[in-house]
């Protein structure tokens, strides 16, 4: 399958600071890339829809101006979490769709994923 | 509100045995269903999709859908302790955006 790959796997700061992380597709084509957010013991939760050269669609909830994404290029989408706070930690994966037209979530890969934690 | 409810176990089932995970979904329009699997730390990879009704087999793994019930559900056959993870249901509510169920945790006895 294809392969979507996350950097940095984990990222520890400190309260205040702000943290990029990116998510890139190696080998192939995503107009679409998707950033998840996953607590401890808790299912995914989708916290918006990166769109290459357009602005970032975000889910209920979800503050657009502390969580920005740039998705700039067909192969890199960019999460920055902006003055994180311990609230914040947890574990953020991303995605990125092959083809368009297809049935969804099977033509969907994921990245390894990227545990930040802030002190 | 969509929403997709899983057991969140744990699951125990002896090596060998046939471990039989489900999920109910409230969306009677969904038409296609994901199963993936996650160990602790990692992301999800998937396992499997159905859209039909009926059973779709692949491998140890069989999925299995039922429309009219709102249930689809994941048989592992000869679970083995390399099976341990967190399963997670899936349903699209728009083109690849995917609504997750809060994960079933196995765990394969040797």
């Known amino acids: 399958g294809a392969v979507v790959s996350q950097h940095p796997s984990w990222v520890i700061c400190k309260s205040g600071t702000s943290v990029k992380i990116e998510c890139r597709s190696l080998?192939?084509?995503?107009?679409?890339m998707f950033w998840y957010r996953q607590f401890p013991k808790q299912s995914l939760m989708l916290m918006a829809t990166?769109?290459?050269?357009?602005?970032?669609?975000?889910e209920q909830g979800v503050e657009k101006d502390k969580f920005l994404i740039n998705h700039a290029s067909l192969t890199l989408s960019t999460l920055t979490v902006t003055s994180a706070h311990p609230e914040d930690s947890s574990f953020y994966i991303c995605?990125?769709?092959?083809?368009?037209?297809?049935?969804?979530?099977?033509?969907?890969?994921f990245g390894e994923g990227s545990r930040l934690t802030v002190l | 509100q969509k929403e997709v409810e899983q057991n969140s176990g744990p699951l125990s089932v002896p090596e060998g045995a046939i471990a039989s995970l489900n999920c109910t979904y409230s969306d009677r329009g969904s038409q296609s269903f994901f199963w993936y699997r996650q160990y602790s730390g990692k992301s999800p990879e998937l396992i499997m999709f159905?859209?039909?009704?009926g059973d779709k087999e692949d491998g140890r793994f069989t999925a299995q859908l039922n429309k009219a019930s709102q249930y689809v559900s994941l048989l592992i056959r000869d679970s083995q302790p390399s099976d341990s993870a967190t399963y997670l249901c899936?349903?699209?509510?728009?083109?690849?955006?995917?609504?997750f169920g809060s994960g079933t945790r196995l765990l394969v006895r040797p």
């Open positions: 899936a349903v699209p509510y728009s083109s690849y955006k995917l609504i």
């Open positions: 159905i859209y039909s009704n």
């Open positions: 995605s990125a769709s092959q083809t368009s037209g297809g049935q969804g979530g099977g033509e969907l890969f």
């Open positions: 990166s769109n290459e050269g357009s602005k970032a669609t975000y």
């Open positions: 080998d192939f084509q995503a107009t679409t």
